[in-house]
């Protein structure tokens, strides 16, 4: 049974910063790339940042790029995403997913197991 457990979530005033982490069991965390999806009330599940299996590569949406930081610990089977400068449109409830494959990818469907989620809200 793969479990993925987001924590790091909360309350911040924009240009503030947050961290957040997701814990991974249940499966090899270093052969898959992982992904952060955030979504916001109304509006469907988006793509936020992905990280290779081996930490080598990243992307990013252009909604985040230079201000978020995607990073992995293959040795504590976490995975991290540094929110810098936050904005209140980042308000969303944040979800990392374990990708099917090592490689980055921004494909929803190419993911197959999410964490509970964690919920960011960015007050101006």
């Known amino acids: 049974q793969v479990q993925l457990v987001e924590s790091g979530g909360g309350l911040v005033q924009a240009g503030g910063s947050l961290r957040l982490s997701c814990a991974a069991s249940g499966r090899t965390f270093s052969s898959y790339a992982m992904g952060w999806f955030r979504q916001a009330p109304g509006k469907e599940r988006e793509f936020v940042a992905v990280i290779s299996a081996s930490g080598g590569s990243t992307n990013y949406a252009d909604s985040v790029k230079g201000r978020f930081t995607i990073s992995r610990d293959n040795a504590r089977n976490t995975v991290y995403l540094q929110m810098n400068s936050l904005k209140p449109e980042d308000t969303a409830v944040y979800y990392c997913?374990?990708?099917?494959?090592?490689?980055?990818?921004?494909?929803?469907?190419?993911?197959?197991?999410w964490g509970q989620g964690t919920q960011v809200t960015v007050s101006s």
């Open positions: 997913a374990s990708a099917t494959v090592r490689y980055t990818t921004t494909q929803t469907i190419q993911y197959n197991y």
